[in-house]
Each structure stands twice: as structure tokens, then as C-alpha cells.
């Protein structure tokens, strides 16, 4: 059973360096959207610093799937062979706090 703990400042460049590959597969799949900046690794790594630091956080956070309302396939029915879709347009909005 794997346990689940909360970061410290040794898992700081192990967080890096996972930020910075999830950059590079973002760029390599969406070249005209995604460039990593030169100092991305010493942005992270003070970022994630001042996040271990600070006991009291509020994250808010929205998001909103399938912006362009898009006729995206959700699935197919194999027995029917019917398309589902996605929703047309699907807001999330979430608000944490960790003390």
C-alpha cells in the first residue's frame, strides 16, 4: 500500500523536474502554443519554495470544458453504434483552503 504524504523541501527538484517534463510534452504536442521559457525551472522551483512555506492557502479555481462547444464524441455504443457527445458546455468552479 502506497502512502501519501505531504511535500517537503527535498521533493522541490524532483518537482522541477516533473514540471519541466510535462512543459516539453506540451511543446513538442502544441509547438504554436507551448514555449518554455529559459529561467521556467527557477520560476517553478521559487513558486513551489514559497507554496511549502505558506501554511494558510486558498486555492479558487474554474474551469470550463469544451469552451467551443464542440460536437466532441464521449463515446460509442457498441451495441447501437450511437454516438454520445460531451456536455455542450461545462463550467467547474472549486474553492480550497489548507491550513
Known amino acids: 500500500m502506497k502512502m501519501i504524504r ?6 522541490i527538484s524532483w518537482m522541477v523536474n516533473l514540471s519541466y517534463q510535462k512543459r516539453l510534452a ?3 504536442m502544441q509547438p504554436n ?7 521556467s525551472n527557477e520560476i517553478q522551483k521559487k ?3 514559497k507554496e ?4 494558510n ?3 479558487v479555481i474554474a474551469s470550463v470544458t ?5 460536437n466532441n464524441i ?14 455542450p458546455l461545462l463550467p467547474s468552479f472549486g474553492l480550497s483552503y489548507k491550513f
Do not use: C, H, M, P
Open 57 to 59: 492557502v486558498i486555492e
Open 33 to 39: 502554443f507551448w514555449k518554455i521559457s529559459e529561467n
Open 66 to 70: 469544451n469552451v467551443y462547444n464542440r
Open 6 to 11: 505531504k511535500a517537503n523541501k527535498t521533493d
Open 47 to 49: 513558486y513551489f519554495e
Open 74 to 87: 464521449f463515446y460509442v455504443n457498441r451495441v447501437s453504434g450511437k454516438e454520445i457527445y460531451q456536455f
Open 26 to 28: 506540451y511543446e513538442k
Open 52 to 55: 511549502l512555506k505558506n501554511k
